[in-house]
């Protein structure tokens, strides 16, 4: 079992940047494949990207490939999505996952276990 609790999200305008976070309480973070997710309202839920158990490989949907960044700090028991260049069509309530998996890269949701409370993120223009 891990819980997970995302922070960070807020109105930022068009261009800027924001940080989130997801910190994992209970089975070994490393253990897990970690991913983000997002779900914009009228929409269903959609990957934004994943990070391997070390945090030597991400991987990323191509709407966000160049601007976003996953990150891991595993002595922390914390992932990060840094997001830069935030479009208007960024806007979403964001969820991290956790996998207890021996697959990487995991792009579907149902192959996530764990989610948390989710963080908004509302870009203006």
């Known amino acids: 079992q891990v819980q997970l609790v995302e922070s960070g999200g807020r109105l930022v305008q068009a261009g800027g940047s924001l940080r989130l976070s997801c910190a994992a309480s209970g089975r070994t973070f490393s253990s897990y494949v970690m991913g983000w997710f997002r779900q914009a309202p009228g929409k269903e839920r959609e990957f934004v990207g994943t990070i391997n158990w070390s945090g030597g490989s991400t991987y990323y949907v191509d709407s966000v490939k160049g601007r976003f960044t996953i990150s891991r700090d595993n002595a922390k028991n914390t992932m990060y999505l840094q997001m830069n260049s935030l479009k208007p069509e960024d806007t979403a309530v964001y969820y991290c996952?956790?996998?207890?998996?021996?697959?990487?890269?995991?792009?579907?949701?149902?192959?996530?276990?764990?989610w948390g409370q989710g963080t908004q993120v509302t870009v203006s223009s």
């Open positions: 996952a956790a996998d207890y998996s021996s697959t990487w890269p995991q792009r579907s949701l149902r192959e996530y276990d764990y």
